[in-house]
């Protein structure tokens, strides 16, 4: 598995990519693309694409943050999934960074939710905060209740919780 970073908002798999994000995540956890392409130049966000056996699989989104990775989004393209790879991200993420945070909807929306949560717990993933509010990505869009979950107990969650809220959403 191969993890190449994008760099530009000019690549070739840019558009791509962002034509799978918009058809994946629900509207109010997508930025539109324009806030998508300035991703780009901000230099706290490491932009991903996954390959496996030379093909494209998947992306990551990722903030690194004061004193750990904020996975905005993770998605292995839906050709791909059911086959493990998941998890085989999930381990390399967990190799090279020893703290990461992420949020995900809470398991009691639907079956999809509970499935996601059960697939962090598997990959060393406990929850943190139940009552994170996930700001608005902008006009139209809503805040969200969705669940924080890291790979370590962070000593201060309120702390984490400002930093992704002021550094990572619009």
């Known amino acids: 598995m191969e993890f190449l970073p994008i760099t530009s908002a ?3 798999r840019v558009q791509g990519i962002y034509v799978s994000y918009t058809n994946t995540f629900p509207i109010d956890e997508q930025r539109d693309q324009k806030q998508f392409l300035e991703l780009f130049s901000n230099p706290n ?4 694409s996954i390959l496996h056996e030379s093909e494209a699989i998947g992306y990551l989104i990722l903030w690194e943050l004061s004193s750990f990775v904020f996975v905005e989004h993770f998605e292995v393209f839906e050709t791909f999934r059911s086959k493990k790879l ?3 991200i999930m381990q390399h993420l967990l190799e090279n ?4 945070i992420l ?9 999809d939710a509970k499935r996601r949560y059960s697939f962090y717990q598997r990959n060393n993933f406990g929850l943190i905060d139940t009552t994170y509010i996930q700001p608005s990505y902008g006009e139209g869009k809503q805040s969200l ?4 979950l890291a790979n370590y ?3 201060n969650v309120e702390e984490i919780k400002t930093e992704i809220c002021d550094i990572v959403y619009p």
């Not at 960074?97 to 990461?100: A, F, L, S």
């Not at 949020?103 to 079956?111: F, G, K, S, Y």
């Open 10 to 12: 000019e690549d070739h």
């Open 45 to 48: 966000v490491k932009f991903m």
């Open 86 to 88: 998941g998890s085989h």
């Open 97 to 100: 960074y020893p703290r990461i």
């Open 103 to 111: 949020e995900i909807e809470p398991e009691d929306l639907n079956d």
């Open 145 to 148: 209740n969705l669940w924080l």
């Open 153 to 155: 107990s962070p000593r």
